[in-house]
Nanobody, 123 residues
Framework: QVQLVESGGGLVQAGGSLRLSCAASGRTFSNYRMGWFRQAPGKEREFVAGVDWNGRYSYYSDSVKGRFTISRDNTKNMVYLQMSSLKPGDTAVYYC????????????????WGQGTQVTVSS
């Protein structure tokens, strides 16, 4: 089992920045690829960014590419999402997930999820 705890969400004005953190505990963190998803009210959970086991390769949705950066630190069992140039459309609950296998952009590939952290971007 892997336990995931997100932090760093909050209220920010459009154009601002936030860094989300996800702390992992339990089984070997480096065995999992990691991803961030988000879910806005009334909408389905959507892929935001993903990173492979050692951080060499990362993937982004078109809506955040160039504005968000995912990274991981396997020595600290942490994964981060640096968000810049935030827009009101980025408002959502952001979830950290751990994936053993499967397509990183597909939520069904994730075995473990955190409880989520709220990000609100005001215009």
């Amino acid at each position: 089992q892997v336990q995931l705890v997100e932090s760093g969400g909050g209220l920010v004005q459009a154009g601002g920045s936030l860094r989300l953190s996800c702390a992992a505990s339990g089984r070997t963190f480096s065995n999992y690829r990691m991803g961030w998803f988000r879910q806005a009210p009334g909408k389905e959970r959507e892929f935001v960014a993903g990173v492979d086991w050692n951080g060499r390769y990362s993937y982004y949705s078109d809506s955040v590419k160039g504005r968000f950066t995912i990274s991981r630190d396997n020595t600290k069992n942490m994964v981060y999402l640096q968000m810049s140039s935030l827009k009101p459309g980025d408002t959502a609950v952001y979830y950290c997930g751990a994936s053993g296998w499967g397509h990183l952009m597909n939520s069904t590939a994730y075995d473990h999820w955190g409880q989520g952290t709220q990000v609100t971007v005001s215009s």
